[in-house]
């Protein structure tokens, strides 16, 4: 029986069969920035795919989690995330945001603008670009980056190895 690596070799091998090192090397260095910008491009059609289906309508808040965020990003913040109940074709509903963020601060009590999907009873979202568009522009920024470093990566490895007349 084969094992799960080596059938990863052989795909591998038969994808790259004759293909030089350079073209290798290119899609090694530009794997990442081009997964970042799929995601982007993916967390923002959902995004807006939302915002187009989805309601606005005001919620209160029933209850607040908090806890300390554990990221890079957030270490020492507390992050919160607010439990609605919200009015849907006349029935009570209650949902959560789904997701915690330092800026979705509120007491038991608060109302806050929050979208929607009507009639489902999934997750809601705030009515803020933290709760839309956080992920996609955070994706964005990341992809930014990724391509700033595989290009520098790319012409440092072409000054290197991919000179005229190396192979």
């Known amino acids: ?21 350079r073209a290798r090397l290119l899609i090694i260095v530009f794997c990442a920035p ?39 990003f ?5 992050n919160y995330e607010p439990v609605f109940t919200y009015q849907d074709a006349g029935e009570e509903r209650r ?10 601060k509120m007491v038991v009590g608060d109302t806050a603008e929050i979208r929607h ?7 809601v979202k705030m009515n803020t670009w933290q709760g839309l568009w956080f992920m996609p522009v955070a994706l964005a920024g990341f992809a930014a ?3 700033v470093l595989a290009g520098l990566i790319w012409i440092v490895l072409s000054l290197l190895f991919f000179r005229k007349g190396a192979t």
Do not use: C
């Not at 957030?74 to 507390?78: E, F, H």
């Not at 949902?95 to 979705?104: C, K, R």
């Not at 999907?117 to 997750?123: V, Y």
């Open 95 to 104: 949902a959560s945001v789904g997701s915690a963020h330092s800026s979705f």
């Open 117 to 123: 999907i009507p009639g489902n009873r999934g997750n």
């Open 34 to 72: 081009v997964l970042f910008t799929l995601a982007t491009l993916g967390f923002g059609v959902a995004s807006a795919v939302y915002v187009l289906r989805s309601d606005v309508v005001t919620g209160t808040a029933v209850q607040v989690y908090e806890w300390e965020g554990t990221t890079p």
């Open 1 to 21: 029986m084969i094992g799960r690596g080596a059938i990863i070799q052989q795909i591998v091998n038969r994808l790259t069969r004759g293909m030089k090192w």
């Open 145 to 147: 980056v990724a391509w």
């Open 74 to 78: 957030d270490r020492g913040q507390i």
